[in-house]
């Protein structure tokens, strides 16, 4: 079994396992929030991390209502700027804990008297090393190129962090998110493992039903709105970064500005239509591509909703999230992990080797 679909299958256990494994670190953060009051959190991150930063985003804007800003690291480590970060809880987020510009904002925060917290699987790293409070990603060794299971760690970790904040708070969330309480939200993560065990075994026979057909594939899109659009990023890295394919992630609202002209014969749209307050966004862009003049594109909906699995000929059903639109990311980013495997088998690619990239990438 490749390295890739090991990590990916891992994901269960892994998660199970960062039940309570920051708990202690998490009260310290959030003793030191009550302190400084914060206004807002600075995200620091490159690639898949940066994924999990935006996730991140989307959840402490929802449930904390704390403005978010994902970090420019470059603004620090190559022009030397003296950003005020005196107001922020900055996060550097990094699974090898050695992204030397993520490290450089962490610095600048520090210098601010800034609280730096290390979102890390490695808790001896450099980055572990220069923030005042470290969370660990405790997802073990990683050999796969593509990062699967140390991004749902992260995404967990980020989530778990914000449940804890928003019940000191005693903040509500929006009905919208399906859940009533931050309570709520952490007996949904507790309940996510078991979903994606659920995931695991459902939707690998779907996707191969579909994936021989894009073989040949060479151009994609992969689209979402909301607190899924980070994913939609991700998943098109996953592609991308296995298969050797030209593949981008939008926005569903972006889409319309421009991109949806791309489309064209041998495209295939995979649309990540997620119950809750947007999946009409969802319905709507699968109805305007296919309303084009024939472009011979192939339009996949990956979905949690029974009409929209129904309706689509090409569909991918999947569990229901235990937590609405806070939870279902994680079940959508592991079906295109999968997605990615799978379409690694048919064109005949190691997804575990190759000669452009390493797995630790160290910008400055």
């Excluded at 060479?218 to 990023?233: D, K, Q, S």
Aim: charged share 25%; net charge neutral.
């Amino acid at each position: 079994m490749k390295n890739l679909e090991k990590e990916i299958r891992s994901q269960p256990q892994v998660l199970r396992g960062l039940r309570g494994l920051n708990d202690e670190t998490i009260n310290k953060i959030l003793d030191r929030v009550e302190k400084d009051k914060p206004a807002f959190v600075y995200f620091a991150a490159r690639g898949t991390s940066d994924h999990a930063c935006t996730y991140a985003q989307y959840l402490f804007g929802i449930y904390l209502g704390m403005p978010c800003a994902l970090a420019t690291p470059s603004v620090v480590s190559r022009y030397g700027a003296e950003l005020d970060l005196s107001r922020a809880l900055v996060i550097g987020v990094s699974q090898s804990g050695k992204a030397e510009d993520v490290i450089s904002v962490i610095e600048r925060g520090k210098k601010c008297g800034a609280a730096t917290v290390a979102l890390t699987n490695d808790t001896s790293s450099p980055l572990a090393k220069a923030a005042d409070y470290v969370l660990d990603c405790g997802a073990g060794p990683e050999l796969s190129i593509a990062a699967t299971k140390t991004f749902t760690a992260q995404m967990y970790v980020l989530a778990t962090l914000c449940a804890r904040w928003a019940q000191r708070l005693g903040k509500v969330p929006p009905e919208s998110t399906g859940l009533s309480s931050a309570d709520e939200l952490l007996a949904a993560l507790d309940k996510l493992p078991d979903a994606i065990e659920r995931l695991l075994e459902t939707v690998p026979p779907q996707i191969d039903s579909i994936i021989l057909r894009y073989r040949y594939l060479e151009n994609a899109f992969v689209l979402a709105r909301g607190i899924n659009y980070p994913i939609a990023l991700e998943g098109s890295l996953k592609i991308l970064e296995t298969n050797r394919i030209k593949v981008r992630g939008y926005s569903i609202a972006d889409f319309y500005h421009g991109p949806l002209a791309q489309i064209g014969a041998g495209t295939l749209v995979i649309v990540l239509a997620a119950r809750g307050k947007l999946l009409g966004d969802a319905s709507d862009i699968m109805l305007r591509i296919e309303s084009l003049e024939p472009t011979g594109c192939d339009i996949i909906a990956i979905t949690d909703d029974e009409g929209i699995a129904d309706k689509w000929k090409l569909s991918i059903k999947i569990p229901s999230s235990p937590g609405l639109d806070s939870i279902s990311p994680f079940l959508f980013a592991v079906t295109l992990q999968l997605f990615a495997l799978k379409l690694t088998d048919i064109k005949e690619i190691d997804p575990d080797e190759s000669k452009a990239l390493k797995k630790v990438t160290i910008t400055k």
